[in-house]
């Protein structure tokens, strides 16, 4: 994964953990900051992505790794 | 989530509410200020807390203004101390770890047992616990209002309930409820 700010470890958690723990860390970033997380969760696939198009935290890159799921989003302030 | 990060999570919503809503077609003219979520909690089973609880904070994340009634059996939910229980009687969709028929299903213990295995079950496959989904909802900023009637109908006092509870009436909900995008009975 390219560069990020911040890393969230949310694997063994299970909806909605995962996004709950991302808003958490988002809201004490700044603007234009990444955060990079890491979930085991298969639903939270699409949960980044939605979440993404609500928030406006743009989600930079997702991908599958070893049975785990990578996120970048990108800060929206 | 403290009170500021909260505050800054609202303001941060008045941005992106512009953006069409995902399936808001049809629904409410586009409104000002933060999208809201109004649901009613009316179970007391540990298996039927959790919808209001996890779709309350996520909506939150999602930079929605939450509200949450709870009436009838829902209001357990707001104990301080949660002893809910899980029963398969009249829930014949509950998967079962071996077919039992309903006649033992009904014999004394068996509640005690389905909800220690319920409880086993969850954790063992990370279900957050629900003391603590509930206290992230109240860091996150949802609002859990009593059912006032409820109350008085089963003598119940609210010093049973966590704090930050409010009580109010079925016009309390409405209140909440008349503007909001998305209204859940659960």
């Known amino acids: 994964m390219a560069e990020y700010n911040q890393e969230l470890d949310a694997t063994g958690l299970n909806c909605p953990l995962p996004i709950l723990k991302a808003k958490k860390t988002l809201a004490s970033m700044s603007s234009g900051e990444v955060l990079y997380v890491t979930a085991t969760d298969p639903g939270s696939v699409k949960d980044f992505e939605s979440f993404s198009q609500q928030t406006g935290h743009e989600l930079l890159e997702q991908k599958e790794e070893d049975g785990k799921y990578h996120f970048r989003l990108k800060c929206a302030g | ?186």
Do not use: H
């Not at chain 2, 512009?18 to 003219?29: D, H, N, R, S, T």
């Not at chain 2, 009634?69 to 707001?78: E, W």
């Not at chain 2, 389905?114 to 992230?136: H, I, N, Y």
């Open chain 2, 1 to 186: 989530m403290t009170e500021q990060s909260n505050s800054a999570a609202q303001g941060q919503s008045t941005s992106t509410v512009q953006q069409p809503a995902q399936g808001a077609q049809g629904g409410p003219a586009p409104q000002e200020g933060p999208k809201k979520l109004a649901i009613i909690a009316s179970k007391g089973s540990l298996d039927w807390a959790y919808p209001p609880f996890i779709l309350a904070s996520t909506a939150a994340s999602l930079d929605y203004e939450v509200e949450i009634f709870f009436t009838f059996y829902g209001l357990q939910l707001l104990d301080r101390d949660l002893d809910l229980q899980v029963s398969s009687l009249g829930n014949p969709g509950m998967p079962m770890p071996m077919p039992m028929p309903v006649m033992g299903q009904a014999l004394p213990g068996m509640q005690a047992m389905m909800t220690k295995m319920m409880k086993r079950k969850m954790s063992a496959k990370g279900v957050v616990d629900l003391a603590e989904l509930r206290q992230t909802c109240v860091d996150i900023g949802v609002k859990l209002v009593a059912c006032q009637m409820t109350l008085d109908l089963f003598d119940m006092d609210s010093s049973r309930f966590i704090d930050g509870v409010e009580l109010g009436g079925a016009a309390t909900f409405f209140g909440f409820a008349e503007d909001a995008n998305i209204s859940l009975f659960i």
